[in-house]
């Protein structure tokens, strides 16, 4: 294709970059100088290259956008607003204001025509190795000769910040290695941060750095100007079925102010003169703000009835393949509305207290050899510990370009390497595209590693789901470096974030069967790596309640509430209780979120006043105020010790746990007064 630019490309390109001087500026905070330096690629991508239906933003084979520099958002709704996605003039000018469609970075669900949420950076170009991924994975499960159902292609735009974070070079790496060709990123090469030039810290020869990864790199020497060549680059990625490819764009930041090139506009509004003379300079009245020439909104309008008659030949082709291919036809439709097959969860596998003990990470590798066949949409990974993790079925076949001979892009088990921060955003990513439920594992203490991408993922409302083993003190001789004391209370405290710590093999079958059927919400299991007894009184209906009576007694003097594998010490604390004459009720809390959602008189059946409630658990006991007045756990790092010297050193055995709870019950006798339960108490002030 021969492309040559118009009149109305320039006139186009001049009017993204005023507006984005007048967004920031009528929000008197944001940053204009990405969105004017990057102009002219955003004008050519929607123009020429991405295939969308602003009409259907949800098409399942439209192109991916992810900017992955999510400061530079005003480019972005710009560009949504003028291809006609659902948001007005008066949305731009709503920018970063409360309640608005416009907010300061993008979030994916809440602005139409944004795939994923951005802002720290790194995160969003991470999340397109993920989306990269998703689209391999459906188009070889679901195309058939003829029938390319899914051939999307992911774009994605970065900036210097984004280059220097970790995340993004462990996800260019790996993205590499999978020979994503359908992976196109654009490099806003400015050379300017918040700190001014970058020659002040990053001075890395960054197309080396990603020829070394397996990348196609290009580069453009002037991305202000040159679009005839940012075009062809664009074609020659196209064309490059081995290798993504990096586009390196050499912009100047701010174009077209008085400061171009320079940090002053970087992160603050342009001076009112500036802006003026700045539209003088590109042809616009320099006394109205928020103008689009009506030879742009029709170019606009052209570009987005193209995409919706693709979308429409699209539609024809997927009629023609579902009489074909009716049961393939039927499981994209499945997938894309995130329905689980009819009757998955029969398969549960579900245990008597005769059953021998197990490791929840053992029982969990059980559930999922049982629910990979039936749930077809899950698509595993491990970071480098599937041994450990144990979260490989046995028929899986690895994720992997064919050309290597150790798996296929129809494979469903990801060899994510040492690599959890990009894991956590891939995840992101794989759920973004609309066809799979990804699932990986590493240890527990290490998902912090991908903090920022697990924030994300509960902020998105996205579905990834974290098998974290090796989850306590438990783990033994690795010591404090690897055992988790404060993840729990960490994750506990992120909002629409499900922490599962099962107690058994019924309770690790209820955190699968909460965390499948909870579309918007991600779940991290935290699993154990020695072995605990399964339990009298639990089940997978009542796990799923979050927390139950795992041992009732109605003339309890103590309930002991816990969670994984304390709950079986409780157990055995409150058999040596009675036999001191103490009656003691055994609360199992195996999510505490799912558990806050259940009906006030069924939480203080659970946990009711009039007597005290001990939490015992082998961490930190923050947190657990809301639901005990007295705690037993660990508020110091862990030791390198067999795990059964560990816990006795902690004080975490059956013999510790009722000496606490019998000292726990002679003082609240001496108070002699009525205990109310934290969960009354919370529900009074709240109500």
């Not at 990009?422 to 609309?434: D, E, F, R, T, V």
Request: glycine residues 8%; negative net charge; proline residues 5%.
């Amino acid at each position: 294709m021969v492309f040559t630019p118009t009149d109305v490309d320039l006139k186009a390109i001049n009017t993204i970059r005023t507006l984005a001087a007048d967004i920031v500026a009528k929000a008197n905070s944001g940053h204009p100088g990405a969105p004017m330096g990057l102009a002219p690629l955003a004008h050519l991508l929607w123009s020429r290259v991405i295939t969308c239906d602003p009409k259907d933003s949800k098409w399942l084979n439209r192109d991916r956008f992810v900017l992955s520099n999510g400061h530079a958002c005003a480019l972005q709704y710009i560009m949504l607003y003028l291809m006609g996605y659902q948001l007005s003039m008066d949305d731009l000018k709503s920018f970063r204001q409360l309640n608005s469609k416009t907010p300061g970075h993008p979030e994916a669900n809440h602005t139409d025509g944004v795939e994923v949420t951005t802002g720290p950076l790194g995160q969003g170009f991470a999340t397109a190795v993920g989306l990269a991924i998703a689209e391999r994975s459906a188009a070889a499960t679901f195309n058939k000769e003829g029938f390319e159902i899914f051939n999307n292609y992911t774009y994605t735009i970065l900036g210097d910040g984004c280059m220097q974070e970790g995340v993004a070079s462990e996800a260019a790496s790996l993205a590499g290695h999978l020979k994503l060709f359908n992976l196109i990123a654009f490099y806003d090469d400015n050379s300017v941060t918040i700190d001014g030039d970058t020659n002040v810290s990053f001075t890395e020869d960054v197309p080396k750095r990603f020829e070394s990864y397996g990348w196609n790199v290009l580069s453009i020497t002037n991305g202000d100007d040159d679009i005839k060549s940012v075009f062809e680059a664009i074609e020659k990625a196209h064309s490059e079925k081995e290798k993504p490819t990096l586009i390196i764009l050499k912009t100047t930041i701010g174009f077209g102010s008085k400061n171009q090139g320079t940090a002053s506009t970087h992160g603050s509004p342009l001076k009112a003169d500036d802006i003026e003379q700045l539209k003088e300079k590109f042809g616009f009245n320099p006394k109205e703000s928020f103008v689009v020439p009506d030879e742009v909104a029709e170019a606009y309008a052209s570009y987005a009835k193209r995409g919706s008659e693709k979308h429409a030949e699209w539609n024809k082709m997927f009629e023609e393949y579902g009489k074909k291919y009716e049961k393939e036809h039927s499981e994209i439709l499945r997938r894309a509305a995130h329905k689980l097959p009819e009757g998955w969860e029969k398969v549960l596998p579900r245990y008597q207290p005769s059953d021998k003990p197990l490791a929840t990470r053992k029982l969990s590798e059980m559930v999922l050899q049982e629910i990979s066949s039936v749930v077809p949409e899950i698509l595993g990974g491990s970071a480098d510990l599937t041994g450990s993790n144990l979260t490989r079925w046995k028929e899986a076949t690895d994720f992997q370009n064919p050309t290597l001979e150790i798996g296929n892009y129809a494979g469903r088990y990801l060899r994510y390497g040492v690599r959890e921060h990009a894991m956590g955003a891939i995840l992101n990513g794989l759920h973004a595209y609309g066809m799979h439920i990804p699932t990986a594992g590493t240890f527990l203490n290490f998902v912090t590693y991908a903090w920022g991408a697990l924030r994300l993922s509960a902020l998105s409302h996205f579905q990834v789901i974290w098998v974290a083993t090796h989850d306590s003190i438990g783990l033994g001789e690795d010591g404090p470096t690897h055992q988790p004391i404060e993840v729990a209370a960490a994750l506990r405290a992120l909002p629409n974030m499900d922490y599962w710590r099962p107690a058994d093999g019924n309770e690790v079958s209820a955190a699968y069967k909460m965390a499948l059927e909870s579309p918007t919400t991600p779940s991290v299991l935290s699993l154990t790596r020695q072995n605990l007894p399964q339990l009298e009184g639990s089940s997978i209906e009542n796990a799923i309640k979050g927390g139950y009576v795992l041992s009732e007694d109605s003339d309890a003097a103590v309930t002991l509430v816990s969670t994984g594998s304390e709950v079986s010490i409780c157990r055995d604390a409150a058999a040596q209780l009675r036999e001191q004459g103490i009656k003691a009720r055994v609360v199992s809390m195996p999510c505490f979120s799912v558990f806050d959602k259940q009906p006030l008189d069924y939480r203080l059946s659970v946990l009711p006043s009039g007597h005290p409630i001990l939490s015992v658990e082998a961490y930190s006991t923050l947190g657990w105020g809301k639901y005990a007045h007295v705690h037993h756990g660990i508020n110091s790092f862990g030791v390198s010790a067999p795990y059964q010297e560990a816990y006795k050193h902690f004080h975490m055995t059956d013999k510790d746990v009722a000496e606490k709870a019998a000292k726990v019950v002679e003082y609240y006798k001496s108070l002699d007064q009525k205990l109310y339960s934290p969960v009354e108490v919370e529900a009074h002030f709240n109500h």
